[in-house]
Nanobody, 118 residues
Framework: VQLQAFGGGLVQPGGYLRLSCAAS????????MGWYRQAPGKERELVAD???????NYADSVKGRFAISRDNAKNTVYLQMNSLKPEDTAVYYC?????????????WGQGTQVTVSS
């Protein structure tokens, strides 16, 4: 399984970006996909995730500003980031995971840099 992320960049505070991540390979139909981020000197943290059934989960710091969505037919997940703040600056990683019986499968994309600065 490969995850290819797109859409990072430099944006001013208050601006917006849209990240996308396409998964390819042998993907179990019942899965969760999402985005994590890691800022310098900090641990990787969950930003948002979404199940194949459409249930979503957000970090408190991004609620009301970010929106996650997915296209199951394309195995693609999107993250619309609005009202960006300097503290959103981080490398954003796409993630896909699922259980098959007792085996946990967990995959990561290569990361895309998001920088919020004036």
């Amino acid at each position: 399984v490969q995850l290819q992320a797109f859409g990072g960049g430099l944006v001013q505070p208050g601006g917006y970006l849209r990240l996308s991540c396409a998964a390819s390979g042998s993907i179990f139909s019942s899965n969760a996909m999402g985005w994590y981020r890691q800022a310098p000197g900090k641990e990787r943290e969950l930003v948002a995730d979404i199940t194949s059934g459409g249930s979503t989960n957000y970090a408190d710091s991004v609620k009301g500003r970010f929106a996650i969505s997915r296209d199951n037919a394309k195995n693609t997940v999107y993250l619309q980031m609005n009202s960006l703040k300097p503290e959103d600056t981080a490398v954003y990683y796409c993630n896909a995971r699922w259980w098959v019986k007792v085996t946990f499968y967990n995959y990561w994309g290569q990361g895309t840099q998001v920088t919020v600065s004036s």
